[in-house]
């Protein structure tokens, strides 16, 4: 395609939801509470296994990366999000929306392979409890933090480098952020590159976590079914569920939005967005905290810590 004749974009406009003032108002309310209660709930579950040596394990290790993950997620969007509710003109610089984009992609990828670790954590946790320290050492779980955070954004950023955008005159983007399918619908040129390299990193970063949590879990029941105990299995699905939800959630959403859309953008998809990038970040840390009796216990030390203390 010839651009010698196109007006390059400078800068975007975001359109975000509703003109209407009330709506406005109440979506900045609405958006502000998760906010809050995100950096709130994963900051307490974050200190909560810091400050508690009865939960320094690898499950709560990678909980703690979670958590992080979703504290750094919803900061990539909403604080922004929240300053355009009541702005006319939601404007951001080319080279601002490529950052939230790469942030984004990174972190979502991130998170995605880190779900399938702690699918793997559990897996080796049931299936073969006598060799769990030994498999998930504290070196391996670094090791494997290093790989999942240094690929994940490896495979975020390759491509965009690689071949970078470009864009020219539609600069009006219909979402509350710059997600990459949204970019992808305003860019010039030839998008093959770009539609090709979304399916295979979304190969990676999606289907095949999926796939091995999948796998992790059959193999899981399958332990869980010959546990003659009905407490000992109820207690080995309980460690399991927090993680299905959680999991459940994010690859809804993520896999709606991102497989089999990068022919097109639909509006629509900005609300399933709001899933993934608003509401899961807060939940998790819920989900975790109430359906896990050591979180809650650790939880209740350092409450009765802090009263004790601030009561003499």
Not at 163 to 190: T, W
């Amino acid at each position: 395609m010839n651009l010698g004749n196109q007006t390059m974009v400078k800068e975007f406009l975001l359109t975000g939801f509703s003109q209407s003032l009330q709506t406005r108002i109440i979506l900045y309310i609405l958006f502000l509470i998760l906010y809050v209660l995100t950096i709130f709930g994963n900051s307490f579950l974050i200190f909560s296994v810091f400050t508690s040596p009865q939960i320094h394990t690898p499950m709560y290790y990678f909980l703690c990366n979670l958590s992080i993950l979703d504290l750094c997620y919803s900061s990539n969007s909403l604080p922004k999000m929240l300053i355009d509710v009541f702005s006319k003109r939601r404007r951001i610089s080319i080279i601002g929306c490529l950052t939230q984009m790469h942030i984004g992609l990174f972190l979502g990828g991130t998170e995605c392979i880190l779900l399938a670790v702690m699918a793997y954590d559990r897996y080796i946790a049931i299936c073969f409890p006598l060799y769990y320290t030994i498999i998930m050492s504290w070196r391996v779980c670094h090791c494997i933090t290093v790989f999942m955070w240094v690929g994940s954004f490896i495979l975020s950023t390759a491509p965009t480098m690689a071949r970078p955008f470009i864009f020219c005159n539609d600069n009006h983007i219909d979402h509350f952020a710059c997600e990459i399918l949204v970019l992808l619908a305003l860019a010039c040129g030839d998008l093959s590159f770009y539609k090709i390299a979304i399916v295979i990193i979304s190969f990676f970063t999606l289907i095949s976590p999926l796939i091995f949590i999948i796998v992790s879990y059959i193999c899981i029941i399958v332990s869980i079914l010959h546990i003659r105990s009905v407490d000992g299995r109820l207690k080995a699905f309980s460690t399991c569920a927090s993680h299905l939800t959680v999991v459940l959630m994010f690859y809804g959403t993520s896999i709606t939005m991102y497989m089999g859309n990068t022919k097109r953008f639909s509006s629509n998809l900005k609300y399933i967005s709001l899933i993934y990038g608003v509401v899961t970040p807060v939940l998790n840390p819920m989900i975790y905290s109430l359906r896990n009796n050591e979180v809650k216990q650790a939880f209740q030390k350092i409450f009765t810590k802090y009263v004790t203390k601030h009561t003499i």
